[in-house]
């Protein structure tokens, strides 16, 4: 993240608060500011009086005070998010940003209130993980792989709690879906480790489930391809799938994970070019921590795809008897 911040050329002000305009946004304007003491703002300004609609939604997020104010300098009100701590100013930033870019496509100042609450609804679950940093491209494409799978359950019609549940990967399970008796770990690949794949634990390929599959997706950034989809576009596109009850538990998964709606993440863009399976059954050379001497743990290594191409399957194997 860069550091240079939209607040650092603004002044502090005698009184009231500076602001600036934040440019090519929505119809709703939206602004960055400094108050008196210093502390940073981001400032959304509405048309009419919406006092209620704010008490009813409002939320409480860690860290960052929500206000509803007249505008001295006009009849319309500002909702107002104020950044208590400086430290935490680069999250904050991250969060302003997501939440400008949710507001692009909306017209009508009640909808921007419950649209903001909503969002600082899920900036509470992430904020709570106290995770600021941002994830690294390895583990920006393996939480991608992982959603993938995730949204190929809901395509094939698993009820989206019972999807939800079976994606235990943030649960420090160790395997990272498990669901009707099957186990799958998910592995992302590139174009440059086509040849193997890294199993980073001893328990990765040893399950007590019925069955244990390995799952390959090859992930190809992309700009042009238009199914390609940002870590942000791919989760936008989970959620509305999902039912009410089932969002809360997914972006407690996703905060698990290290994610939040950073705008960082809106590159790069992938699409899977291509899927394998195996069944990691008795034969399949892996290394568990049933077989390991005394004394030894914490093993990783690399398996050759070609050489466990005998244990390939068909990808709907996967899918079968949900």
């Known amino acids: 993240m860069s550091n240079s911040l939209p ?31 210093g502390k940073l703002l981001f400032l959304i300004s509405l048309t009419g009086d919406h006092r209620n609609l704010f008490v009813q939604e409002k939320i409480t997020v860690k860290g960052v005070d929500t206000d509803l104010r007249q505008d001295p300098a006009t009849d319309c009100q500002l909702l107002v998010l104020t950044l208590d701590r400086q430290v935490d100013c680069d999250l904050f930033h991250a969060l302003c940003k997501s939440l400008f870019h949710s507001l692009i496509e909306v017209h009508r100042p009640d909808v921007a209130i419950s649209v903001a609450m909503q969002h600082l609804k899920r900036w509470r679950t992430f904020l709570s993980g106290q995770n600021s ?15 993938v799978f995730l949204n190929k359950l809901l395509e094939v019609g698993l009820n989206p709690a019972s999807a939800v549940m079976a994606w235990t990967g943030p649960e420090w399970v160790h395997q990272d879906f498990i669901y009707s008796g099957r186990a799958v770990e998910v592995k992302a690949l590139s174009s440059s480790d086509r040849s193997t794949v890294r199993i980073s634990s001893e328990d ?42 089932s969002l809360e538990s997914f972006d407690s998964k996703l905060a698990a994970n290290g994610y939040a709606p950073h705008h960082e993440y809106e590159t790069p863009k992938l699409v899977t070019t291509n899927k394998k399976a195996y069944l990691v059954e008795k034969d399949f050379p892996k290394v568990v921590r049933s077989m390991l001497p005394a004394g030894v743990r914490s093993v990783s290594y690399q398996l050759e795809l070609e050489k466990i191409e005998p244990f390939s399957c068909a990808f709907e194997t996967l899918l079968e008897a949900l």
């Open 7 to 37: 607040w650092d050329e603004i002044a502090t002000p005698e009184r009231d608060y500076n602001v600036r305009l934040i440019p090519d946004g929505s119809v709703i304007p939206a602004y960055w500011g400094k108050d008196v003491q």
């Open 133 to 147: 940093r941002l994830l690294t491209i390895q583990e920006y494409r393996g939480l991608f792989a992982e959603l």
């Open 204 to 245: 990765q390929l040893e399950s007590i489930e019925e069955k244990l599959y390995l799952l390959t997706l090859t992930l190809q950034e992309s700009r042009d391809n238009h199914v390609a989809l940002s870590l942000n576009a791919l989760v936008t596109h989970i959620r509305d799938l999902l039912q009410r009850e």
